[in-house]
């Protein structure tokens, strides 16, 4: 061996370690920016501080510039309409229009910075850097991304239905966008509270069906039909665990409104997903597969169906369909956040930090476990899938269902503190979730330890005497 | 099933994101189902084995690296093994080891890239994958130090190797056969127990050992099947038979066999590798040999066992400079061979994860 | 409210026009869909809004799907449909069933509000009185309604089981 030196032997390894972590890059900060972030931090404090005064003090409190909760600006804006003696529509419209500009600024927030968020995650999740070189941290890949897909040339194809074809990237948002109507933000940041919420929800989440079967139907192409008639096949059994599991839900808390099931949650201080274990695992999972997400995205998977119902959409038209599902996915997790985690409430600490910031933390959570899911998972089969909706996620959601009506009654009819019934019903509901699950998995002929038999080393080496020497010895 | 709907043509590939390359298959489906299937290859022919008729020896290696590009250091071996025969060319010690080293190294890549496009194929969204490709990157570190070329290596030559590793080459070779099995281990725990992923591949594509020889399938497609079959056992080259390692061996055949197959084969390699490490002699690396090599007349078939199967040589030397009759006999034609077979009444999904479990290389099909 | 309730009966009635004038029968479905959202609309716009979703959920979400898979199994559904003679009877009945209602409608007394009286409602919400009612006065009906459901369910079962041959094991 010779004397000379070690050196990283290819320019990428040389790369490797010329590399510098982020930590060692801080500590090459100069003093005086030191000292200017360490002051910064420490104004940050003291105005913290300030705010808590004012806060503790209740002087706050409806206070149009009381910005924990932004439904205030409106209500005021509102009473100071009708004082004024405006026509009635006139705060009506505006209100509407704040609301709507607030649902579709955080949509197309999200759609912004959403696949770079996503392929950031993901690609950490799978040990590589990700988007970095297009602006700070590679943040505008997305407006690169959007505004290549937009300069590209339209194809259409010629035996396309013109008329449907053109449709379908549009109607798929309309859903998308409708869904965000009644999340409650805050107390009263909710634009739409109805009190059928939770069925306004499920319709909604019906109508996405339609967009993608056209989307397949009119492309006029084999792999298009079948990744719609798939996720439509889909999309229509999975409504059915979905709709049980939300059932569930409204049963415990006897309102269908979606701020009074998040005031349920924080008045027993109990999120649901601790009472409902199962129902919200049911509504996880089914959620996967209506927004098709790994493991459930057979509607467009890759390997299989080149991209399911959008093969045949090629720039802007692709884009939009892709940023539906990002779009999607964070309503999901607003879903989830609202019915099984609390909403906008994190037992007393939405008095401190504004309750939408809260959702999204969770809406931010609940994606997370998206990406993660994605970046781990293998996909299912579209059999599978179908039968792990009807003979396993049905059967079991309406047990669950039939157990919650009798728990309901049992804690309406409750005199002492709720703590006692909720924690009894927790630890019944986790307990025979587990024994539930475990015994109908069995009965359906679920058997890991043969599954997971493994090759074994050779005693011979051979042709087709020493395999069946194998398999006899 | 007995549906009525009316059967439909769906055209995959040859641009399909998993044919693994320029690879089409007609299909005939029933709704989700294969009714039959056309498979149709020569997307990539480049006419191989009529352009080395026109070359030396020498010349005919970088051949090898084109035929099955995931596995230049297979091919190469096979080849150089071959014109050594034919010409009768002596190899040092030293260079055999070498050789080893390479070729298990080359199958080490070569199994993470299988088994990550199957897993891809699957559906995980390219994380076992990538991840299995931080190894395969190692690897092609290694032959990069040595060779200077990552994938196209072109390092054997008859009468030995072309060139001797580097220094850096031996510590960063350690590195890689220290952290090999802790990084198998993490691949295991994340699919072999992994519900979904036995869900798509237990009892998926299943081959009997009789339809399996009846197929001549080779590598881990037959041992997957349940027939112990390794040429680095059954007739042992270079050094193999100075290494003590064991062949893994399926007991059902399906595609999860395969895959797990490939898997512990590769900690076989690692242990080969150590062993390896431990053995080899100091020497030169080559023999001198004649730039323009002319074999006696003659023939030989020379065989490989490659990461895909068996990787042989037809020669045929009419006492020139070039070959008179170069074949290769690929390992990935004849497994594909038993498609139709298998995706015939399995789901579109199914088949595609069968086709991933089969590892085909579209270079050495086509050659 | 004016407004809201010309757009909308706008839409229902211009996208139930378009559906008899569409050629093809998907054109045909997409306009049924935005009927169906636009009387959903004009149901919400009544404070009905149990009845306004579960128009959106039942019709514009299921029925159209039933629909899709109804034209998506019949052969040469999306040919063009040109003029039958079935058109002269269908205007008949059209007309008839247009003119009954156009008459019921005219002629019943309505309990009109106008100005203040207007968002004065008798009822908060309409889901728990419809629940009450579905339980209550309307249970047969209810029980009968869901019984048929099951019967539908399974008979749809039954239909699409694999039958095995006579003498021939799985």
């Given at each position: 061996m010779s004397e000379q030196p070690m050196r990283p032997a290819t320019p990428m390894l040389r790369q490797i370690a010329e590399h510098r972590s982020l930590l060692q890059r801080f500590m090459g900060v100069s003093k005086e920016w030191k000292g200017f972030a360490l002051l910064l931090l420490g104004g940050l404090g003291l105005s913290n501080l300030a705010i808590a005064y004012v806060v503790?003090?209740?002087?706050?409190?409806?206070?149009?510039?009381?910005?924990?909760?932004?439904?205030?600006?409106?209500?005021?804006?509102?009473?100071?309409?009708?004082?004024?003696?405006?026509?009635?529509?006139v705060p009506y419209l505006t209100t509407a229009l704040l609301g709507a500009l607030g649902i579709l600024s955080v949509v197309g927030g999200w759609l912004l910075i959403g696949s770079w968020v996503e392929r950031r995650v993901l690609a950490k999740f799978q040990i590589r850097q990700g988007p970095n070189r297009t602006g700070p941290f590679g943040l505008f890949q997305p407006i690169a991304d959007a505004v290549k897909l937009m300069q590209k040339e339209v194809v259409i194809p010629r035996v396309a239905d013109k008329f449907l074809y053109y449709a379908p990237p549009v109607i798929i948002f309309i859903p998308a966008i409708l869904g965000w109507g009644p999340v409650p933000w805050a107390g009263k940041m909710s634009f739409l509270d109805l009190n059928v919420g939770v069925l306004y929800t499920i319709a909604i989440s019906s109508l996405g069906v339609l967009g993608v079967f056209l989307a397949g139907w009119s492309s006029n192409n084999h792999y298009s039909l079948l990744g719609a008639m798939r996720t439509v096949a889909m999309m229509v059994s999975y409504e059915i665990p979905i709709s049980l599991a939300l059932l569930a839900v409204v049963l415990l808390t006897g309102s269908m409104q979606l701020s009074t099931i998040v005031a349920w949650q924080a008045n027993y201080n109990a999120w649901l997903i601790f009472l409902l274990p199962f129902a919200a695992f049911t509504f996880l999972f089914a959620s996967t597969?209506?927004?098709?997400?790994?493991p459930n995205d057979i509607g467009e998977a890759e390997s299989e169906i080149v991209a399911g119902f959008y093969t045949e959409y090629?720039?802007?038209?692709?884009?939009?369909?892709?940023?539906?599902?990002?779009?999607?996915?964070?309503?999901?997790?607003?879903?989830?956040?609202?019915?099984?985690?609390?909403?906008?409430?994190?037992?007393?600490?939405?008095?401190?930090?504004?309750g939408y910031l809260i959702l999204a933390a969770k809406i931010g959570a609940v994606y997370f476990l998206f990406v993660w899911l994605r970046g781990t998972l293998p996909r299912f089969r579209l059999d599978q899938l179908m039968g792990y909706a009807w003979k396993f996620l049905i059967p079991l959601s309406v047990v669950q269902v039939l157990l919650v009506a009798v728990e309901a009654s049992i804690f309406a009819r409750w005199e002492t503190p709720a703590l006692f019934p909720l924690a009894a019903f927790a630890l019944l509901n986790l307990g025979l979730t587990v024994e539930m699950v475990r015994r109908w998995a069995h009965a359906l002929g679920y058997a890991p330890e043969v599954a997971q038999q493994q090759p074994v080393m050779a005693t011979a080496i051979g042709g087709l005497k020493a395999a069946q020497k194998m398999r006899g010895g | 099933?007995?549906?009525?709907?009316?059967?439909?043509?769906?055209?995959?590939?040859?641009?399909?994101?998993?044919?693994?390359?320029?690879?089409?298959?007609?299909?005939?489906?029933?709704?989700?189902?294969?009714?039959?299937?056309?498979?149709?290859?020569?997307?990539?022919?480049?006419?191989?084995?009529?352009?080395?008729?026109?070359?030396?020896?020498?010349?005919?290696?970088?051949?090898?690296?084109?035929?099955?590009?995931?596995?230049?250091?297979?091919?190469?071996?096979?080849?150089?093994?071959?014109i050594e025969r034919l010409a009768g060319i002596d190899v040092p010690e030293r260079a055999s080891y070498l050789r080893v080293i390479f070729a298990e190294l080359q199958r080490v890549a070569s199994h993470a890239m299988a088994n990550g496009t199957l897993v891809s194929d699957a559906g995980a969204w390219q994380t076992p994958l990538l991840y299995m490709f931080r190894e395969r990157e190692k690897i092609l570190d290694l032959f990069e130090m040595t060779c200077g070329a990552r994938l196209t290596t072109n390092y054997m030559r008859a009468g030995g190797v072309s060139f001797e590793p580097p220094a850096e080459f031996w510590p960063a070779l350690n590195e890689l056969v220290a952290e090999l099995p802790g990084r198998i281990d993490e691949y295991m725990e994340l699919l072999a127990d992994n519900e979904i992923f036995l869900a798509r591949t237990r009892g998926i594509g299943i081959i009997t050992p009789e339809d399996a020889i009846n197929g001549s399938l080779v590598g881990p497609a037959l041992r997957g099947s349940g027939v112990p079959w390794d040429l680095r056992k059954a007739e042992p080259y270079c050094v193999y038979d100075r290494f003590d390692f064991d062949v893994p061996v399926g007991t059902r055949g399906d595609v999860y066999d395969r895959f797990m197959c490939r898997m512990m084969e590769t900690r076989e390699s690692v242990r080969i590798l150590k062993q390896a490490i431990a053995q080899i002699p100091p020497g030169p690396h080559k023999n001198d040999v004649p730039l323009a090599l002319r074999p006696p007349v003659g023939e030989v078939y020379s065989r490989v066992e490659g990461p895909r199967g068996e990787n042989g040589f037809y020669l045929v030397s009419d006492g020139g400079p070039a070959p008179y009759r170069f074949h290769l006999r690929a390992p990935s034609l004849i497994n594909l061979s038993l498609l139709r077979e298998l995706a015939r009444g399995a789901s579109l999904p199914d088949a595609v994860v069968t086709l991933g479990s089969i590892d085909i290389v579209v270079g050495e099909i086509d050659r | 409210m004016i407004l809201a309730f010309f757009a909308l009966s706008g839409l229902t009635v211009a996208s139930a026009l378009l559906v008899f004038v569409a050629r093809n029968l998907l054109h045909a479905l997409a306009f049924l869909v935005l009927s169906f959202l636009g009387m959903a609309g004009l149901f919400l716009t009544l404070s009905a809004d149990f009845i306004g979703v579960a128009q959106v959920l039942i019709y514009a979400g299921s029925i159209s799907v039933l629909m899709v898979f109804a034209v998506m199994l019949t052969p040469l559904a999306s040919r063009n449909n040109g003029s039958t003679l079935y058109v002269i009877p269908a205007m008949l009945?059209?007309?008839?069933?247009?003119?009954?209602?156009?008459?019921?409608?005219?002629?019943?007394?309505?309990?009109?509000?106008?100005?203040?009286?207007?968002?004065?409602?008798?009822?908060?919400?309409?889901?728990?009185?419809?629940?009450?009612?579905?339980?209550?006065?309307?249970?047969?009906?209810?029980?009968?309604?869901?019984?048929?459901?099951?019967?539908?369910?399974?008979?749809?079962?039954?239909?699409?089981?694999?039958?095995?041959?006579?003498?021939?094991?799985a």
């Open positions: 503790i003090d209740g002087r706050l409190d409806g206070q149009w510039y009381d910005i924990r909760d932004l439904g205030n600006v409106t209500q005021h804006l509102r009473s100071w309409m009708q004082d004024e003696g405006f026509h009635p529509a597969a209506e927004i098709n997400r790994t090629s720039g802007m038209k692709a884009g939009l369909f892709m940023g539906v599902e990002l779009g999607n996915a964070i309503l999901v997790g607003a879903m989830m956040a609202t019915f099984f985690l609390g909403g906008y409430t994190m037992f007393g600490l939405e008095t401190w930090i504004p | 099933m007995n549906s009525t709907a009316e059967p439909y043509v769906l055209n995959i590939g040859p641009q399909h994101p998993s044919t693994h390359g320029v690879f089409r298959v007609r299909v005939v489906m029933d709704g989700e189902v294969i009714r039959d299937l056309d498979m149709i290859v020569g997307y990539l022919h480049r006419s191989m084995e009529k352009l080395a008729e026109e070359r030396t020896y020498t010349q005919n290696i970088p051949f090898t690296d084109r035929a099955d590009y995931l596995a230049a250091m297979s091919g190469n071996l096979g080849l150089a093994l071959g | 009945a059209a007309g008839g069933l247009a003119s009954l209602i156009g008459f019921v409608a005219i002629d019943t007394e309505w309990d009109e509000r106008k100005g203040e009286a207007l968002g004065v409602s008798d009822f908060t919400t309409t889901v728990a009185g419809i629940g009450d009612l579905l339980l209550g006065r309307y249970l047969l009906a209810f029980e009968v309604a869901s019984v048929l459901l099951l019967f539908a369910l399974l008979g749809a079962i039954v239909l699409v089981q694999e039958r095995r041959r006579a003498g021939e094991e």
